[in-house]
Every structure is written in C-alpha cells, then in structure tokens.
C-alpha cells in the first residue's frame, strides 16, 4: 500500500545516504534504507529520485534475497544505468548516467548490488556536492538537464 511521505530535512537525508556510502548497515538493510530515503526525498529531489517498481514489489524482491535486482530499482530511469563485470571478474562496475550533473558517475562492488549502491550513493553525494543542502539551485535545473528560467 503506498502513500506520500513527507521529505526529510536535507540534512539529515544527505547524512543518512552518507552512512549507506560507508557500508555501515548490511547489504538488505542498506537497499531498504535506500528505498526509504527515496520516499522521504527532499522536495527538490523529487523528480529526479524515486524508486522505479512500487514498494511491495521492491519488499519481496528483498525477502526473496534478490539484491541485485532490488537495487536496480533503486535508478528511476532504468536506462540510466549500466552494468559490467571487472576485467579479472571479481567485481562488478556500475555506471548511472546523472542528467543533473550531465555526467556519469562510477561505483564498484562485489556483487550488482554493492555496485549500484555505491554509484547511487556517490552520484548523490555528488549532487550535495554542486548544489550544497539547501538545493535552492536544483529547482532551476529540468529533469532533462536543461537550465529553467526564473523570473
């Protein structure tokens, strides 16, 4: 059953993807926070994060021990991201095209899972980054990367 969630303050959202970024939680605690952060998005966030399936789909994604799969849910634009296995196959190389920072940012891991985590983890830290936690400039960029006018 899906409802609205009110956002969290921008502070506390960015601190609490940070703490995902440092692997303190376990793999299925880490997409279901991840999940949850998505859901309690900054309002300026919004239209550019959000959860691609709905959250049933992701909770039985997470209780059948699909990681992989979860955490590919956690791009909203599935075309977005892209996938490849290391050289010497140890790893896993994940790659989320950012149209906000109109560049593609990297995350390594063991497994898919721990790959996208870091890509998405690092692509929205990235995002803080250049647009610092107020977000005001976000609400000026389209979700297509084109500059909106203010008047």
Same mark, same amino acid.
């Given at each position: 059953?899906?409802?609205? $969630?009110?956002? #969290? /303050?921008?502070? #506390?959202?960015?601190?609490?993807?940070?703490?995902?970024?440092?692997?303190? #939680?376990?793999?299925?605690?880490?997409?279901?926070?991840?999940?949850?952060?998505?859901?309690?998005?900054?309002?300026?966030? +919004?239209?550019? $994060?959000?959860?691609?399936?709905?959250? /049933?789909?992701?909770?039985?994604?997470?209780?059948?021990?699909?990681?992989?799969?979860?955490?590919?849910? #956690? $791009?909203?634009?599935?075309?977005?991201?892209?996938?490849?296995?290391?050289? /010497?196959?140890?790893?896993?190389?994940?790659?989320?095209?950012?149209?906000?920072?109109?560049?593609?940012? %990297?995350? $390594?891991?063991?497994?898919?899972?721990?790959?996208?985590?870091?890509?998405?983890? %690092?692509? &929205?830290?990235?995002?803080?980054? +250049?647009?610092?936690?107020?977000?005001? %400039? &976000?609400?000026?960029?389209?979700? /297509?990367?084109?500059?909106?006018?203010?008047?």
């Amino acid at each position: 059953m899906a409802h609205e $969630v009110g956002p #969290l /303050d921008a502070s #506390l959202w960015f601190c609490r993807v940070e703490m995902i970024a440092r692997r303190e #939680l376990a793999i299925e605690n880490s997409l279901r926070h991840a999940a949850h952060l998505l859901q309690m998005a900054p309002l300026p966030l +919004r239209p550019i $994060v959000r959860l691609a399936t709905d959250e /049933d789909r992701f909770e039985a994604l997470l209780d059948a021990g699909d990681f992989d799969a979860a955490a590919r849910h #956690l $791009v909203a634009q599935p075309t977005a991201l892209t996938l490849e296995p290391s050289s /010497d196959g140890t790893q896993v190389a994940a790659a989320i095209s950012c149209v906000v920072l109109k560049r593609v940012i %990297t995350g $390594v891991g063991e497994t898919e899972a721990t790959a996208i985590l870091d890509a998405w983890t %690092t692509c &929205l830290l990235a995002i803080k980054a +250049r647009f610092g936690e107020d977000l005001e %400039t &976000l609400c000026a960029v389209n979700t /297509d990367g084109m500059t909106k006018t203010r008047h």
